[in-house]
């Protein structure tokens, strides 16, 4: 009698989509992927979308994956959800959000992140704490731009979460985040007396038996981020020893007790340790930093030991809405850029210190290491495996290409590079795509800039120009990364490292040419396109099955594909870009006021 197929469902809440994938637990095979759009509202540095849509895109792209995949609902076993990083939900007691939530590149916060990073110990305090300076990505900023501009609704809210830590309590009722995601937050880290146990969740050993992640590291090798050296405390802030209880006290309408929604061997992932035990946790919230911002740790989730935990199973609410079991495992989950690194087989039990370039909404370039980053170009993440992943992330890459394709009336890939046809005397095109303000560098406030136009100059090397500007902001992070890995950027073996491209724009003939131009480095492309899902999905497996979700990803093969060797680096482009950058910077991309509000510490203890 054949053995019946276990399928796993990996969720993608992405900035302007939701995609979810239907994949072979035992082999990878991706079956099928649903989709559903969001939408994004805001102007003038505002971006904010409605988490009641997130979840209405959730169940319509589930529902569509399983119906196409051509599989029974009884064979879907888990699923994991993977979000957007650093977006800022608030809910009101009756568990649903009290307003749209604030996303990762919603500038307005700028003022708040510039005077949270003085406070404290300054920058290098911020960094040994959390393994990041504030910026206005980071949800502590955004948090504290809610309390001056909306206190009604910051004194309302019952619960405080992330985009992924939402979804997954609409699934289970159950609050909870992943170490991953929640080093995305600037107030989780490691404490100045050595950590804190508020809101560390309970489980250092895995529910299935299995080790935690990150358990068969060396000896001597670096903790987590935000690890103190020592096992993990299990006491969990607001929870009873049986039986996981939401910190805030509060569950969604209509879930039932969390407790009731898991099986026996799942339960006690998050249950609290009454051993008493002395050890600090692998990770914890920041109480002084939560202090400083007024936000009380009661409204924060747990934390999971990693995105692979089982945290629950779905309530009947959740079941009856995706047409699933209440059976299917789910996973505490990640933020998008740990899930992607599961996804690429990257972490402990796979790739340690090989760099990534992901080219979507924003750019990304990230590495999964042991090493623990404290480098201020960089955000420090932990990644949701146990190791870390130090990542430097600019707020346009893609769409602001496509904008520029779209102004010029141009397809996307009908470009020269910026150096060609720029016409008698003209030393080439320069666009520094800024039209969202920037993160990396901290130019919040910057707009797009084209400058070195001719009469005879082509419309496609601007657009090329554009694509330029777009790749050089997020490769001029890369030797800052290599360096957070314990890496000589300069050393022959690390120049020749390839670089794995993934993202929407790895499927471009042009962003691909343009990266390695400008890097001059053999890339990697692999030939799967839902990354992010897929490492969802890996950690959906994992709580099913017990087993580390990178080693699972590793044996998928998911990460695997195309090599295309290296090319003489464009030096002239990347010197002609790097000036005008840094001749703009003083003056045209840094405005003489901060922006429509002062950088003031109102509201910062």
């Known amino acids: 009698m054949p053995t019946r197929r276990s399928v796993v469902i990996g969720v993608d809440s992405s900035t302007q989509s939701t995609k979810a994938a239907a994949v ?8 099928a992927v649903g989709r559903a759009p969001h939408t994004v509202t805001g102007s003038a540095g505002a971006r904010e979308s409605d988490p009641e849509e997130w979840w209405t895109a959730l169940v319509a ?12 609902a009884s064979a879907v076993t888990g699923i994991a959800v993977a979000g957007q990083q650093h977006g800022l939900v608030t809910l009101g007691a009756d568990g649903r959000p009290l307003r749209p939530a604030l996303l990762w590149n919603d500038t307005r916060s700028a003022p708040q992140a510039a005077a949270l990073a003085t406070r404290l110990g300054g920058p290098a305090d911020w960094l040994r704490r959390t393994g990041s300076v504030p910026v206005a990505s980071m949800t502590a900023a955004k948090w504290q731009w809610l309390r001056q501009h909306e206190p009604r609704h910051a004194e309302a809210a019952a619960g405080v979460r992330l985009p992924h830590d939402h979804l997954t309590e609409r699934l289970t009722g159950v609050a909870v985040t992943d170490p991953g995601d929640a080093s995305g937050t600037c107030w989780y880290g490691r404490g100045r007396g050595g950590g804190d146990r508020t809101g560390t969740a309970a489980g250092a050993v895995d529910p299935a038996g299995a080790e935690p992640a990150g358990a068969d590291a ?38 039932d007790d969390p407790a009731a929604t898991m099986p026996a061997d799942v339960s006690g992932a998050l249950r609290a340790d009454a051993s008493g035990g002395s050890a600090e946790p692998a990770g914890a919230y920041d109480p002084e930093i939560l202090d400083l911002i007024g936000l009380d740790p009661a409204l924060l989730p747990a934390v999971a030991p990693g995105g692979a935990s089982p945290v629950g199973t779905l309530t009947p609410a959740a079941a009856e809405a995706l047409g699933l079991p209440r059976t299917v495992v789910v996973a505490a989950g990640t933020g998008d850029n740990m899930a992607a690194a599961v996804g690429l087989g990257l972490g402990g039990a796979g790739l340690l210190d090989h760099p990534v370039v992901s080219l979507g909404t924003s750019g990304t370039v990230f590495a999964a290491t042991r090493a623990r980053p404290a480098d201020p170009a960089l955000a420090g993440f932990a990644a949701t495996d146990g190791t870390h992943l130090p990542l430097g992330c600019t707020l346009n890459c893609t769409l602001a290409v496509d904008r520029f394709a ?6 996307r890939e009908d470009a020269l590079p910026g150096g ?9 095109v320069v666009v520094l795509p800024y039209l969202d303000g920037e993160r990396t560098p901290d130019l919040p406030h910057a707009a797009g800039l084209v400058t070195g136009l001719r009469h005879g100059t082509d419309p496609r090397s601007i657009l090329g120009a554009a694509y330029e500007g777009a790749a050089f902001t997020v490769l001029r992070a890369l030797d800052h990364l290599l360096a ?24 471009g003939r042009f962003w691909t040419e343009t990266v390695r131009r400008l890097s001059g480095r053999p890339l990697v492309v692999p030939a799967a396109d839902e990354l992010v899902a897929l490492g969802a ?6 709580a099913v099955s017990g087993a580390d979700p990178v080693a699972l990803a590793t044996a998928w093969g998911t990460g695997a594909g195309e090599i295309l060797p290296a090319a003489g680096r464009d030096e002239e482009a990347w010197d002609r870009i790097a000036g005008v950058l840094a001749a703009a910077t003083p003056t045209v991309l840094t405005p003489g006021r901060r922006g429509p509000e002062s950088a003031s510490t109102e509201g910062v203890r």
């Open 484 to 507: 957070a890995c314990g890496l000589d950027p300069a050393a022959p073996d690390v120049r020749d490292r390839p670089l794995r491209l993934i993202g929407g724009g790895a499927r």
């Open 24 to 31: 072979d637990a035992a082999t990878g095979e991706l079956l």
């Open 537 to 542: 999905a890996a950690l959906a497996a994992a």
């Open 218 to 255: 060396p000896a001597g090798a670096d903790a987590p981020a935000g690890a103190e050296p020592g096992g993990a405390d299990e006491r969990a802030a607001g929870t009873e020893s049986g039986g996981a209880v939401d910190p805030a006290g509060t569950k969604p309408a209509g879930a």
């Open 406 to 411: 779209t102004l010029l009336g141009l397809d």
């Open 61 to 72: 792209a589930v529902r569509a994956a399983v119906r196409e995949a051509g599989v029974p």
């Open 420 to 428: 060609a046809g720029g016409g008698s005397g003209g030393d080439g």
